[in-house]
């Protein structure tokens, strides 16, 4: 390596930043192997706890992962709107899609476990959903699919898995959940 190498145990930088610069290199990471090996085509997915659900989001569907942000709340809004975060110098919109399903919102998990994941830019929506952690690349290949009642989920969350410890996850299809009319409708009036 070159003497132009960023050095992360500098002491004159904090451990808080050190963190959050290996948290970022792991997460370029995992995007460039993921690119690298077609995960769209693969079947890779990322997988997150959402409230207390365990999802799966479609790498091609997303955008990036930042870890959670001060949110403005924006008057006249439903509770599942938590508001506008800043994010890269854009503003984008925070959904809790736990609150959304009409769950209870995620206290689970520590804060710094929290990140925001954007959508991609394809969507057409400038948004990011709220998860509680993240939990890594998962392979739709080592798990097995779960049939479910077609009238109780939407079409954006009607496929579950169950991956070889007996976990079940919800395949969230952040392009179908877009269409949903009342996603769209994040005010009160």
Same mark, same amino acid.
């Given at each position: 390596m070159s003497s132009q190498t960023l050095d992360t145990s500098n002491s004159s930088a904090g451990p808080e930043r050190r963190s959050r610069l290996r948290q970022y290199q792991v997460q370029l990471l995992e995007r460039m192997q993921a690119a690298k090996t077609g995960a769209a085509e693969s079947g890779r997915e990322l997988g997150v706890r959402i409230g207390d659900s365990l999802c799966l989001l479609d790498l091609t569907q997303i955008s990036e992962i930042v870890p959670q942000q001060a949110v403005t709340p924006v008057p006249l809004a439903r509770d599942w709107y938590l508001g506008l975060a800043n994010i890269r110098g854009n503003l984008t919109g925070v959904i809790d899609l736990a609150r959304y399903q009409g769950q209870a919102a995620g206290a689970g998990d520590? *804060?710094? !476990? #929290? #990140? +925001?994941?954007? $959508?991609?830019? &394809? +969507?057409? $929506?400038?948004?990011? =959903? =709220? *998860? !509680? #952690?993240? +939990? &890594? =690349? #998962?392979? +739709?290949?080592?798990? !097995?699919p779960v049939e479910q009642d077609a009238d109780d989920a939407p079409s954006w969350r009607n496929q579950h898995f169950r991956d070889g410890e007996g976990q079940q996850w919800i395949r969230i299809d952040l392009a179908q959940l877009v269409r949903e009319a009342r996603f769209s409708q994040v005010g009160l009036v």
């Open positions: 520590a *804060a710094a !476990e #929290r #990140r +925001l994941i954007t $959508f991609a830019p &394809g +969507l057409g $929506f400038n948004c990011a =959903l =709220l *998860a !509680e #952690r993240v +939990l &890594g =690349l #998962r392979k +739709l290949a080592d798990m !097995e």
